[in-house]
């Protein structure tokens, strides 16, 4: 079964505005942590954010911050006030308690237009 | 301070050809990782080293796949009798531990092409 779903495959956005990408991810493990990555063009993945199962705060970072629903099991990555360089794909992954790798969403394709 | 390295960065082989996909982890990281990316796809794990030993290798696809760590340091992935599907990104990260919150640090990438 997919562990992480990422329904939206791809998305536009005005510069200056806000995007919301959706994840939605499965497991029974009540530890777990979720991550969001940018990957540009040039092909690097670059980390950006991560939430903590039992964080009580929604996480933040810098323009970035997830809007963490843990009973629907959803964890959105928002980006605040857009610029060109935020184009590129984002994706999603979990990683479960009792696991240390990553598994990963299909990843949504942001395009910032000017 | 340095990042994941991944070399060669390209690689183009014949179908039936043996290579090999070399990762330089970050200084110190003990965790290493390999996964696999399709065009358009999320990457999809392979194999995973603690220190020299490979503590997971569930997600390698067959037995023509094959990955070694002999020092604890660098890693090599080793793909035999090359076929077309095995055309993808090649990523390597690793992480400096194994913590719930421990994100992972990618390379660039080797992009295998095989004709």
């Known amino acids: 079964a997919q562990k992480i779903t990422q329904t939206q495959p791809g998305m536009f956005v005005q510069e200056k505005e806000a995007v919301t990408l959706d994840c939605t991810y499965d497991t029974s493990d009540p530890s777990y942590g979720l991550f969001w990555y940018k990957q540009p063009s040039s092909g690097e993945m670059i980390f950006l954010i991560y939430q903590g199962s039992y964080d009580q705060q929604n996480a933040t970072e810098g323009r970035y911050s997830l809007n963490f629903q843990k009973a629907r099991k959803s964890a959105n990555l928002v980006i605040s006030a857009s610029q060109l360089g935020d184009s590129a794909m984002y994706f999603c992954a979990m990683r479960e308690g009792t696991d240390y790798k990553l598994s990963f969403g299909a990843g949504t394709t942001v395009t910032v237009r000017a | ?115």
């Not at chain 2, 990457?43 to 290798?57: C, N, V």
């Not at chain 2, 076929?83 to 531990?97: I, K, M, N």
């Open chain 2, 1 to 115: 301070g340095a990042g994941v390295s991944q070399t060669p960065s390209n690689k183009v082989t014949e179908k039936g050809k043996y290579v090999e996909l070399r990762c330089d982890p970050i200084s110190g990281h003990t965790a290493l990782y390999w996964y696999r990316q399709s065009l358009g796809q999320g990457p999809e794990f392979l194999i995973y080293f603690q220190g020299t030993g490979a503590a997971d290798d569930s997600g390698l696809p067959n037995d023509r796949f094959f990955a070694v760590r002999p020092e604890g340091s660098v890693s090599t992935l080793k793909i035999q009798r090359t076929e077309r599907g095995d055309s993808a990104v090649y990523l390597c990260a690793s992480s400096s531990t194994q913590g719930l919150n421990s994100p992972l640090h990618f390379g660039n990438g080797t992009r295998l092409t095989v004709t």
